[in-house]
């Protein structure tokens, strides 16, 4: 009796388990039918698409992507400017240790920008470019410094560099917030994936940078 009982739990479990074991061929077809929810615009509904229509329903990039990135690259080149003062003028060890880590985000940043840029047959601005001409004049783009502030920067030492240093920066990510919002709100870019993408990237990287600069300044005006 025991032989036969322990033959018929063995037999059954063999049956559960085959019950359970899916053929290879049935996950796919189960994935290939999965839908692709494509985000509506602001006001507009979303849109379900198949894996088929991806590519072709990803939205082409636009000027006002290509102006984002034409004018970040020089506003991001202005904060290595200012990084670069620092070695031989900040007294915080803290503050070198801060340019070190905006420098690897500046530049990491604008080779990504620059990339995206080269990729869509768009001009790449060159090194010292920090103004956008309107109209046959130079306009500041959003936080960045003037020459005076630069210069006035460039003359300061110690514990006057390290708070102005700050102060500055501080202003100069502001700026470039600013620009993303202003990308991002107008309807006009933002919507292909990649320029978002890089967007967001500097969004993200300038709002972590600003939260850790205003805490190190709040400490130097107790």
């Known amino acids: 009796m025991v032989s036969v009982r322990v033959s018929a739990s063995v037999l059954l479990c063999a049956v559960v388990l085959a019950g359970c074991t899916s053929t290879p061929d049935a996950e796919p077809e189960a994935e290939s039918g999965a839908p692709v929810v494509q985000l509506g615009a602001p006001g507009e509904e979303n849109r379900t698409l198949s894996p088929d229509q991806m590519e072709s329903a990803a939205p082409a990039h636009t000027d006002a ?4 990135m034409q004018a970040m690259i020089p506003h991001h ?5 200012m990084t670069a003062m620092v070695e031989k003028r900040a007294a915080d060890p803290k503050i070198a240790l801060l340019a070190e880590r905006l420098e ?17 047959g768009e001009d790449v601005p060159a090194d010292g470019a920090h103004s ?8 500041l783009m959003p936080g960045m410094l003037t020459r005076a502030e630069l210069a006035r920067l460039e003359r300061s030492r110690g514990e006057q560099f390290d708070r102005l240093f700050l102060a ?3 202003r100069h990510h502001q700026g470039a917030v600013t620009m993303v919002d202003d990308l991002l709100s107008s309807g006009a870019g ?30 130097r005006s107790r």
Do not use: K, N
Not at 65 to 68: E, L, Q, T
Not at 77 to 81: D, M, N, S
Not at 132 to 139: M, N, Q
């Open 65 to 68: 992507d290509v102006g984002f």
């Open 77 to 81: 080149q202005q904060a290595l400017q």
């Open 104 to 120: 690897v985000s500046q530049l990491d940043e604008i080779a990504q920008m620059e990339d995206w840029l080269v990729q869509r």
């Open 132 to 139: 956008h001409h309107h109209g046959g004049h130079a306009e």
């Open 168 to 170: 500055y920066m501080i």
């Open 190 to 219: 933002g919507q292909e994936p990649q320029a978002f993408q890089v967007a967001q990237h500097v969004d993200s990287d300038q709002r972590v940078e600003i939260s850790r600069m205003q805490q190190m300044l709040a400490t």
